[in-house]
């Protein structure tokens, strides 16, 4: 496309404008026309003077619209030196014009009657078109008579590219006004996830899983939406997005962005991928709104879970302990004889405050079950015990136990030193406020 037409067409106009252009295309290749082309630019939202929803243009109301750009081709269909400038529909005293992209129709044509300037017949004529030559003169032709007057057996078809041209630009330009036209419409995330931001803020967050599973409620995605969308909504919830709230889009966003393909890869399903594709594109529609809307909590989540990493490697010893071998114990006083001498044999006591658990996971083998646990002693040290029969789970995260076992080996994971144990008795400490106060 060599010269180019570009409109500012309303976000929540894309699809049905989309919609209306793959039509027209498909209509245009069946009379074989020359293809229609089009492409949309990436949104953008910036405050405008728009009617407001109760009382029209009566008062002035300023929203953020966003805006996403269409571009047309807009070289004129061109013959013997004459260009088609517009298609004209005639009503009664007044003509529908349809000018093509780029151009402009003098005046007088948007009254004048069903002439043609070639044939000269007055009669009853639906369409014409307006041509202008090269030296600048525009003339009036009929559509039955556009052969004859261009002297090609090509014209009509060279009509009906204007034609198309002229219809493309009428949907351009229809998708740039008029506001409020509903929850289809596609939205910008810059437009969507404050609300979301601000919807967890005030409710928490609940997703339409839930919301469906439990038969009552109203999912985060769908209060965010419906405030977005509706101005009587936000009104009645009192929806106002905060800076922090802003920020925390923006931030959520650019994080979804950022997803690796190493870290999709790693995942099972397509959860990561679907939410990179969605914030790469920078829209969302209704049916994507929940997962949309996720991205504010995964990025959350991203962000508590890298907190307690750094405060786990802020509070981490990496150091191997004991000799491999030794039994050994943490939280337990040491075993001593009657003339107060440590017992021949006896565990060595590696620490007198108990442990924390850090972390569980497990995996299958071909005996059962294995429970991973990571503890951390009081000055960060990390000690594991794979378990074939256990109580404690994941839920028990953050507890602390007194620990005894027998040091298996003196490991290294991922850089970090670990001492792993085996034969291990772990008892809670219910209460323990020395304890908790070492592992703050």
């Not at 992209?101 to 369409?127: A, F, L």
């Not at 006083?333 to 107060?340: D, I, V, Y």
């Not at 991973?372 to 839920?395: H, M």
């Not at 850089?415 to 703050?440: D, F, I, M």
């Amino acid at each position: 496309m060599d010269n180019l037409r570009t409109f500012q067409v309303l976000l929540e106009h894309k699809s049905r404008v989309d919609h209306a252009l793959t039509a027209l295309a498909k209509r245009a290749a069946r009379k074989g026309l020359p293809v229609l082309s089009w492409e949309w630019g990436k949104p953008t939202t910036e405050e405008e003077t728009v009617p407001h929803p109760e009382y029209g243009w009566a008062v002035e109301y300023k929203q953020r619209v966003s805006r996403v750009p269409l571009t047309l081709p807009c070289d004129p269909p061109q013959y013997a030196g004459w260009s088609f400038v517009a298609a004209l529909q005639h009503l009664d005293g007044e003509n529908v014009v349809r000018a093509l992209p780029g151009e402009t129709v003098p005046e007088t044509y948007r009254t004048r009657g069903p002439e043609c300037d070639h044939c000269r017949m007055s009669r009853r004529r639906n369409d014409t078109f307006v041509l202008r030559h090269e030296d600048g003169k525009h003339v009036q032709v009929g559509s039955t008579c556009i052969g004859d007057f261009l002297g090609s057996d090509e014209a009509g078809k060279i009509a009906g590219a204007a034609s198309l041209l002229a219809e493309a630009r009428g949907l351009a330009e229809g998708g740039c006004e008029g506001f409020g036209s509903g929850s289809q419409g596609d939205r910008t995330l810059a437009e969507y996830l404050p609300f979301v931001a601000w919807a967890i803020r005030e409710k928490g967050w609940t997703s339409r899983t839930t919301v469906r599973d439990k038969g009552e409620g109203l999912a985060t995605a769908d209060l965010a939406w419906d405030v977005l969308i509706d101005y009587k909504s936000r009104t009645r919830w009192e929806a106002k997005p905060t800076d922090e709230d802003e920020a925390m889009a923006l931030a959520a966003q650019a994080w979804t962005e950022a997803i690796t393909d190493e870290e999709i890869a790693r995942e099972t399903g397509d959860y990561l991928h679907n939410l990179r594709a969605i914030a790469r594109t920078s829209l969302v529609m209704s049916k994507l709104a929940g997962l949309a809307a996720s991205s504010v909590i995964a990025y959350q989540r991203a962000v508590g879970r890298e907190r307690a990493r750094a405060e786990r490697a802020a509070n981490t010893l990496d150091v191997h302990l004991g000799i491999v071998g030794d039994k050994v114990t943490f939280g337990l006083p040491p075993k001593l004889g009657k003339r107060g001498q440590l017992l021949k044999g006896a565990p060595v006591v590696l620490s007198p405050d108990p442990v924390k658990l850090d972390f569980v996971t497990g995996y299958d083998t071909d005996f059962g079950y294995t429970t991973v646990l990571k503890f951390r002693t009081a000055d960060g040290a990390c000690l594991v015990w794979k378990a074939s029969s256990t109580e404690i789970g994941r839920a028990d995260v953050g507890k602390v136990y007194t620990l005894s076992g027998t040091i298996k080996k003196h490991d290294d994971y991922k850089g970090a030193k670990q001492t792993v144990l085996s034969r291990c008795n772990a008892q809670e400490v219910v209460t323990a406020p020395e304890a908790t106060s070492a592992h703050a």
